[in-house]
C-alpha cells in the first residue's frame, strides 16, 4: 500500500511542530506577580531590539557602533541597565544562570566586535557570527526551558 504524498508531507510537517509542542510540555513556567510579568516582557523585547541593531550594524560594516550596541543592550551593561537584579528573586537557579551566562555571551559578543574593527574581513565575520549564535543559543536556552506566567 502506497500512501499519498499529501498525508506524507501533512505528517512530515507534524514532525517538523513537535519539537516545539515537547519543548512547551517540559518547560518550567513560573509564577510571578503581573508587573514583573510585564516588565520582563519589555526588557526582552528590549533585547531583540538590540540583536536586532547588533546584526544591522554587522551587516553595513559598523563593527564598532555594533559592539557598544552589544554590550549597552545584551551585556553585562545591559543587565544593569535593565534592573534585571530585580527578576532575580522569581528565577530558578538554573533560571537565573541561564540570564547571567547570556548577558556575560553579550558582553563577549562586543569583544569579538571590537575586535573584528582590527581584522581582516573573513576573519571578522567567522568569530563575529560565533559570538552572535552563543547569544542567541542563550536566549532560545532559557525560553525553551523556562516561562513566566
Ligand atoms: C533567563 C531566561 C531568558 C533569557 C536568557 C532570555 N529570555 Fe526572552 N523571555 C524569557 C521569559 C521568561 C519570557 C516571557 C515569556 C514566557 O514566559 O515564555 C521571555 C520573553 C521574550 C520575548 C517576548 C516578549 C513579549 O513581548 O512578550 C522576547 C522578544 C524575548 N524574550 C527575547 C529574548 C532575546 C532576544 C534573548 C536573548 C538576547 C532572550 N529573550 C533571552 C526569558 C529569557
Partial sequence: MSIPKS??????????TMPQVANAAERSVVQVPPEIRLAMAEVMRQQLDALNAVISAVAAGEFGK???I?????????????G???FSPYMPADM???????????SRLAIALQDAELQAPGEAHASVVKALAAVTEGCNGCHAAFGFR
Fill in 84 to 86: 534585571g537584579a530585580r
Fill in 96 to 106: 537565573g544562570r541561564m540570564g547571567g551566562a547570556t548577558h556575560r555571551a553579550g
Fill in 7 to 16: 498525508l506524507t508531507a501533512a505528517a512530515l510537517a507534524l514532525a517538523m
Fill in 66 to 68: 555594533a559592539a557598544e
Fill in 70 to 82: 552589544a554590550e549597552q543592550g545584551l551585556g553585562m551593561t545591559a543587565s544593569a541597565r535593565y
